[in-house]
């Protein structure tokens, strides 16, 4: 009787030996160009759904960033991307570059801002964003989301420069030989970039910040931005001060299955070392929070479900219409 059960056991044994494993879920992610430090970041996350989301493998796939994301997401090329959360909403609306063409989408979370910056130089005597009218300074590298951003806020808040046109590089020339008085630039986090840095080597800057009515008026106009307060120390010398900011963030496919998008938000939420050593900028940065104070459309059911089980607050512009 022994013998006969021992040789069904291993019967069985062997018999689930042989079965294949469950197979995977396949996702594609959709990043940027390999050549930026954002493509890292995506790799870093990919890795981290592969090691922390059951029965899910994800693989990083170069694109053209963020409008190319959205394209692919709505033709199912790929399942979720690296997409700006100005944009993101654009896409969501109907607006701009996406006037007509709504691209319905899902925000999984906010993972950094980049607070537009509005560097001048210090001797130029320019104080205020006002002060700007007239003189000769660029809105961003051209053809970036920050210059047609920069352009948009200009022009909400009636303030008219001579706008010069240029590469980063260009701008940076520029200023440095008092060609220009200034550019917009965005910044790392809370810090201001290198190429801000590279000009304050050479030249003493100020950053210019929106007053409580600038302020008010970027909130009314613009909700596909951000206002956000950037304490003192962005750079040595320099003072907190309030700027206009979107969200990097990732966005999915509407139909990615609820409990797949808790999974990830929650392997996101709470990961504190592999997207930080990705980006060393998110370090100390609480993810929840970020998302919900930079989100522009309406999160991911599978996203909210974590955010209630943590008790956090979640806006009212970024829950789905059926939660």
Request: charged share 20%; aromatic share 6%; hydrophobic share 45%.
């Amino acid at each position: 009787m022994k013998q006969t059960l021992f040789a069904a056991a291993a019967a069985c044994a062997l018999f689930a030996a042989a079965l294949p494993a469950a197979a995977k879920d396949k996702m594609l992610i959709g990043a940027t160009s390999a050549s930026s430090s954002q493509y890292g970041y995506f790799v870093a996350l990919s890795q981290l759904i592969n090691s922390k989301v059951p029965n899910v493998e994800t693989a990083v796939v170069e694109t053209g960033a963020t409008v190319d994301n959205l394209r692919r997401i709505e033709r199912r090329q790929i399942d979720m991307g690296l997409v700006t959360t100005n944009v993101g909403y654009q896409a969501y609306a109907g607006e701009g570059a996406f006037d007509g063409k709504k691209v319905d989408n899902r925000l999984l979370f906010v993972y950094a801002t980049a607070p537009q910056n509005v560097i001048v130089r210090n001797d130029s005597g320019v104080t205020s964003l006002a002060a700007l009218k007239g003189k000769r300074f660029n809105p961003g590298l051209k053809g970036s989301a920050t210059e047609k951003t920069a352009e948009a806020v200009f022009a909400a808040l009636g303030i008219a420069p001579d706008y010069v046109r240029g590469s980063t590089t260009d701008i940076v020339d520029a200023m440095k030989d008092n060609r220009v008085l200034g550019t917009v630039k965005s910044g790392a986090g809370m810090k201001l970039d290198g190429s801000s840095l590279d000009i304050a080597t050479f030249t003493p800057i100020r950053v210019l910040g929106l007053d409580a009515a600038q302020k008010k008026t970027v909130a009314e106009k613009f909700p596909d931005l951000s206002v956000v307060d950037v304490p003192a120390g962005a750079a040595d010398g320099i003072p907190a001060y309030s700027t206009w900011s979107f969200g990097l963030a990732v966005h999915a496919r509407t139909d990615l299955p609820e409990e797949t998008a808790y999974q990830i938000a929650k392997a996101a939420f709470e990961d504190r070392t592999m997207q930080v050593g990705a980006l060393s900028s998110l370090k100390g940065i609480d993810l929840m929070q970020l998302t919900v104070d930079n989100g522009t459309i309406p999160l991911h059911p599978g996203v909210v479900r974590y955010l209630k089980e943590k008790n956090v607050a979640i806006p009212a512009k970024l829950m789905p219409k059926s939660s």
